[in-house]
């Protein structure tokens, strides 16, 4: 149980393109979910709490119209990574809580490697 | 303020080498600690929660156990597929919120 599906899990574009990820959580239902960014040999950075039927939460830092997150269902959240540029190119993961309760393991997703030219 | 960390930062041992990997936090009222692996190219697989202290997990080769400071993963006999960084991580202070917050994590390497 518990399954977090992230889509895709790699990307190559060009500078200026616009790029969606999608997190699903398979076999559960999640009101929160939440994005994270990782540069190599680097933890887990959290960039936003994405809640279904309103606005995300992002952090300090974290440019709110340079990443879109829509969690548009229980089941679905998006990140589009708009005009990316090769700064932008990193892992992208994302995760869900079971939301049974407050402090609940979160599960995550296999990540999106996003690389910009 | 809320803190993780994680020691060793590597950690290379022979098969069959037990060690342990440290994971020590600072945070008012804790509300549980959470132990993932995470293997290059992956997210975080989660592997134990941990609630109070003297509270211990095990699953195949490895025993999470917990203390009021710190946090500890223990590797028993450790094999080759062991290898991966393993991340501990605690919730947030505040309790409107689900955030997690990581330490850097331990990257461990099993060599046969």
């Known amino acids: 149980g518990a399954v977090v599906s992230q889509h895709p899990s790699w990307v190559i574009c060009k500078s200026g393109t616009s790029v969606k990820i999608e997190c699903r959580s398979l076999?559960?239902?999640?009101?929160?979910m939440f994005w994270y960014r990782q540069f190599p040999k680097q933890s887990l950075m959290l960039m936003a709490t994405?809640?279904?039927?309103?606005?995300?939460?992002?952090e300090q830092g974290v440019e709110k119209d340079k990443f879109l997150i829509n969690h548009a269902s229980l089941t679905l959240s998006t990140l589009t990574v708009t005009s990316a540029h090769p700064e932008d190119s990193s892992f992208y993961i994302c995760?869900?809580?079971?939301?049974?309760?407050?402090?609940?393991?979160?599960?995550f997703g296999d990540g999106t490697r996003l690389s910009i030219l | 303020e809320d803190q993780v960390t994680q020691s060793p930062e590597a950690l290379r041992l022979q098969e069959g080498e037990s060690s342990s990997l440290n994971c020590s936090y600072t945070?008012?009222?804790?509300?549980?600690l959470f132990w993932y692996r995470q293997d290059p190219g992956k997210g975080p697989e989660f592997l134990f929660t941990?609630?109070?202290a003297g509270e211990e997990k095990e699953k195949e080769r490895l025993k999470a156990t917990l203390t009021k400071k710190e946090s500890f993963l223990h590797i028993t006999a450790p094999k080759p597929e062991d290898s991966a960084t393993y991340l501990c991580?605690?919730?947030?202070?505040?309790?409107?919120?689900?955030?997690?917050?990581f330490g850097t994590g331990t990257r461990l390497q099993v060599f046969p």
């Open positions: 995760s869900a809580g079971l939301g049974t309760g407050r402090n609940q393991p979160q599960h």
């Open positions: 076999d559960f239902q999640a009101t929160t």
């Open positions: 994405s809640n279904e039927g309103s606005k995300a939460t992002y």
């Open positions: 945070v008012s009222g804790l509300r549980g």
């Open positions: 941990l609630y109070s």
């Open positions: 991580a605690v919730p947030g202070q505040s309790y409107n919120t689900d955030k997690l917050i």
